[in-house]
Nanobody, 115 residues
Framework: QVQLVESGGGLVQPGGSLRLSCAAS????????MAWYRQGPGQQREFVAA???????NYADSVKGRFTISRDNAKSTVYLQMNSLKPDDTAVYYC?????????WGKGTLVTVSS
């Protein structure tokens, strides 16, 4: 059974940084595309970043140059380093992967960017 558990969210001031973690079980992160999505207040869930099995990365335009996705295969963990955070980055951040045509999601971690 695939399980994704996010952590690392919290309250941060504009311009600050946070690193989110996604601990995965039941799936080999090095063999699957792993992604981060977010859902802001009153908004639909949107794509943030993804990393493929060959380390190709893709980012939403809104986070390019500020966010970095990476993974540690030995720890079966995917990270999202977020720098230069803005109030518009406030959202619940979700880890995602897909296996055999099924999408798996974590429960999310809340990031609040506010002074």
């Amino acid at each position: 059974q695939v399980q994704l558990v996010e952590s690392g969210g919290g309250l941060v001031q504009p311009g600050g940084s946070l690193r989110l973690s996604c601990a995965a079980s039941g799936i080999i992160v090095s063999l699957n595309t792993m992604a981060w999505y977010r859902q802001g207040p009153g908004q639909q869930r949107e794509f943030v970043a993804a990393i493929t099995r060959v380390y190709h990365t893709n980012y939403a335009d809104s986070v390019k140059g500020r966010f970095t996705i990476s993974r540690d295969n030995a720890k079966s963990t995917v990270y999202l380093q977020m720098n230069s955070l803005k109030p518009d980055d406030t959202a619940v951040y979700y880890c995602n992967t897909r296996r055999d045509g099924t999408d798996y999601w974590g429960k999310g971690t809340l990031v609040t960017v506010s002074s």
